[in-house]
Structures are given as structure tokens and as C-alpha cells.
């Protein structure tokens, strides 16, 4: 039965992943459709909705913490995987059953074939228009709307007292925004996705804003006044209370792992953060926030569950130190702003006598400006490609490299990069595994493997 199991979650799989042949298609009636035809799963759940370009999952790792030191039942949607599917869809940290997974993409499916096969379904992309339309014939729900309508039932079927809920891109399109949130947070804004959601900085905000809703507090650690602006203008008009970084809450470090905290109502000191990097501060001051209004809204948190959950939150591939001699670093930095924060763990955090990194990043993203932060302190450079169609060739990320003149090799495969790094460096050397959650993904996986980090 267990071998008939995996099969199944196996086939599962292929059919979930192959549903990204059809790209990206932002917009919110196909997923409001088939949240109908089944039952919307939706409605009356209690959920926080996260957007941002950095910090999203960390300040979700340390929500979900607090909320579950105070007693919650909490839900926790997040993306990409680093490793497994079911690490996408947890409930008290627990990822979904490989069986679930397989019951319910069997369920949905059904589901979605009657939608097909009755012309339910929109076959465009959104209203925005750098957005490309995609052949008619291939009108579907895309991988994302699938796997957040699987989410939702999941978490109804559950009984989540709460969920926390990531975007996968942008707010205002992303099959998420079906939800009415208890309140909204948007962590720092950056260049992103441009061919989505805009090609400056306040028309991506503008959809990060997206996610603001009637009445619903907004929370955020966005600092550009431009965008403080958008966000303060939006939330007028649709009536919600706005609270930003540094003038309505804030933190600040307190020495390693260490924080103080002024929030809307209370002052924390000395709280001690589960995640590595000064950068958590501003994640963790978020999360505190929230769950002050959490609070007042009749959650039954306390200050020991605020330190107890910050202390015990943690989020795979952001800053974790794995293995003695040598040291391993992973790290999903996958734009310029999050290489910057990596940039400066390294410099602050992280003593070495030499450098050694493994990088693989995605064809779409801003290659020259994250090298500008990433390979300035780098002793040797080993590029790879991770199995994703999106990664960059070896010959892109070569030329790309050149002009910093660092020692540099090839490897066929993240694990190849990984074990020539490994066995280059000396006990007192730093292997960093960045560029990309995917590269990272595959290289935690290979660790694993080699027993390195527990599985």
C-alpha cells in the first residue's frame, strides 16, 4: 500500500508540475471559479495575507511561531519548495501527507475538467498590459491557482484557527487575493518580475497594494516615500488603519540574535530571534506587529509566547549554517536587494580566511546587479544551473561573472558544485550556496543525502 502510495503522490506531481507549461496567468476569475465549485473553502477562513519582494517567508516562520507558542492552529502557505511540494502547505509546521496531496489533486482535477470542458475557464493572462495572452486552446488553471485552491481546502478540512498566507507574485492579481485577510502586511519593495507587474518601482508597488482590503489594518517595513505615500493613500481610501516601520513600530538589535521592540502597544526587550542576519530585525518587527493586533483581536498571545516563538522559528535556506569543516551557507538570495542583505551577513556575520561560492541563479532576475553584491568578497566561484527551465546557462552567468576577474569553475549540476566547493575548502573556509531558492533547494536535498542535515 505504501509503494501504491507514492506512486499515486508521484503521478500527482507530474500532473501539478505540468500544469507551468502555461505560465503565468494573472488574474483572479479562474481561481474565484473554482473556488465556487468547491464550496469556497475560502470564506470564513481567518488568515494574515503577506506580499513584498524580501522577507515574505521569514516573516511568515516568525508569525506562525508566536501564533502557535500561543496556542493556535495555525496554516501556513508558502512558495517555491525548496525540497518537496508538501513543504508548500503546512498546518503546525507539519507539512501535508503525501496521500493528501494525491486525494486532493485527484478531487480538484475533477474538478477542473468539468470547468474545461464546460468553457469556464479564461484563457488570457490579466489586465496588465505587459502581460502576454496565451493560446485559447490552453485555457486551464495554472499551477499556482491549482495549488492555492488545494491550500484552502486543505486548511478548511484542517480546522486552522488561522492561516498565514504568502503571495506567490505581486497582490493585486495573485490567486491568494481571494481572501479577506484579518490585515494585510507588505514587506521591503524592490525591482521585480517586471514583465508582470511593472517596470518601476511604484507601478510594482501599486500591485504589492493590491492586497489591501476595505477596513483591514496594513502593516509594512516598505521605507521608500514614494511608496509610503501609495500604500498611506490606499489605505485611506478603503478605510484601513496603516502602521509603518519606524514610526508607528520598530526594532533594533540588541547584540547577536538579540532584538528590542516598540510596537503599536508594547516594548519587548531583549527578545532572541530563531533566524541568522541582522536583516531579521526588520522581518521579526513585522511579525511582532502583527501579532499585537492579533492580540487585541482576541488571540491568546503573551509576551512568553512572543519570545518563545521568535526564539523557535526557523526557515530553511535563509542564512543556515549547516556542516563543521567546512562551513555551508545556504542562502536563497534571488535578487539584488536580498543579495545585498547576504552581502552584509557575510561581512557582519560570518568569519572565514577564504570564500568559496556556489551560484546558480534564474534567467529573469537582475544577474549583474546581484554579482555587483555577491562576488566582490569571493575567493573561488563555482557557476551550476538547477534543473528549472528559468535557470541561466553556464555561459550567461561565465560572461556575466568576467568582469570581477575571479577564479571561476563549472560544475554539471548543483551537487557536482557543492562537493567540488566542499572539497576545496579548508576548515577554516566558508562555502555560500546562493543565487537562487532553487539552487539551494537542490543543494540542501544533496546534503541531505550526504547526512550533513538531518532528513
Not at 496567468?25 to 469556497?40: C, E, H, M
Not at 568559496?356 to 551550476?384: H, N, Q, R, T, Y
Amino acid at each position: 500500500m505504501e509503494g501504491e502510495g507514492k506512486k499515486d503522490y508521484r503521478a500527482s506531481l507530474d500532473y501539478l508540475f505540468g500544469l507551468q507549461r502555461f505560465g503565468i496567468k494573472l488574474g483572479l476569475s479562474n481561481i474565484t471559479a473554482l473556488l465556487n465549485r468547491l464550496g469556497n473553502p475560502h470564506h470564513g477562513l481567518r488568515a494574515v495575507h503577506i506580499a513584498g519582494s524580501n522577507g515574505k517567508g521569514s516573516t511568515a516562520a516568525f508569525l506562525t511561531s508566536i501564533l502557535r507558542r500561543g496556542g493556535c492552529r495555525v496554516g501556513l502557505y508558502t512558495s517555491p519548495h525548496l525540497i518537496d511540494f508538501t513543504e508548500r502547505i503546512q498546518v503546525d509546521g507539519i507539512p501535508v501527507a503525501e496521500s493528501r496531496v494525491a486525494l486532493l489533486t485527484d478531487r480538484i482535477r475533477e474538478v477542473v475538467g468539468e470547468m474545461e470542458r464546460s468553457g469556464e475557464l479564461w484563457a488570457g493572462s490579466s489586465a496588465l498590459p505587459h502581460a502576454e495572452d496565451v493560446d485559447p486552446k490552453k485555457a486551464t488553471i495554472t499551477f499556482f491557482e491549482f495549488t492555492t485552491a488545494m491550500a484552502f481546502v486543505y486548511f478548511r478540512e484542517a480546522r486552522v484557527d488561522v492561516a498565514v498566507l504568502e503571495t506567490g507574485m505581486g497582490g493585486r492579481m495573485d490567486a491568494t487575493n481571494v481572501i479577506d485577510p484579518l490585515l494585510s502586511l507588505i514587506t521591503p519593495i524592490s525591482l521585480e518580475h517586471r514583465q508582470y507587474l511593472g517596470k518601476t518601482l511604484l507601478e510594482i508597488a501599486g500591485e504589492k497594494a493590491g492586497i489591501i482590503k476595505p477596513g483591514r489594518p496594513l502593516l509594512t517595513t516598505a521605507r521608500q516615500p514614494r511608496v509610503l505615500e501609495l500604500f498611506r493613500e490606499k489605505c485611506r481610501d478603503l478605510g484601513a488603519p496603516f502602521y509603518s516601520f519606524g514610526k508607528d513600530f520598530a526594532g533594533k538589535p540588541a547584540g547577536p540574535r538579540l532584538m528590542d521592540f516598540r510596537g503599536i502597544g508594547h516594548r519587548w526587550k531583549g527578545l532572541r530571534l530563531g533566524l541568522a542576519g541582522g536583516h531579521q530585525v526588520l522581518n521579526a518587527s513585522l511579525a511582532l506587529a502583527a501579532a499585537e493586533i492579533l492580540m487585541d483581536k482576541g488571540f491568546p498571545m503573551n509576551e512568553d509566547a512572543v519570545r518563545k516563538g521568535l526564539a523557535e522559528a526557523g526557515w530553511p535556506g535563509r542564512l543556515e549554517l549547516v556542516g563543521d569543516s567546512p562551513r555551508v551557507l545556504l542562502d536563497g538570495a534571488h535578487n539584488p536587494g536580498a543579495a545585498r542583505v547576504l552581502k552584509q551577513a557575510l561581512l557582519k556575520e560570518f568569519p572565514r580566511r577564504r570564500l568559496i561560492m556556489v551560484l546558480g541563479i534564474m534567467a529573469d532576475k537582475e544577474i549583474s546587479k546581484m554579482m555587483a553584491s555577491l562576488i566582490p568578497p569571493v575567493d573561488l566561484l563555482f557557476l551550476c544551473r538547477p534543473r528549472m527551465d528559468r535557470a541561466t546557462s553556464l555561459e550567461t552567468l561565465r560572461e556575466k561573472a568576467s568582469p570581477w576577474r575571479k577564479p571561476v569553475r563549472e560544475a554539471a549540476g548543483v551537487g557536482d558544485a557543492v562537493d567540488q566547493a566542499m572539497a576545496e575548502a579548508g576548515k577554516e573556509d566558508l562555502v555560500v550556496v546562493t543565487g537562487s531558492l532553487f539552487t539551494v533547494g537542490e543543494a540542501r536535498a544533496h546534503l541531505i543525502r550526504k547526512g550533513l542535515i538531518p532528513g
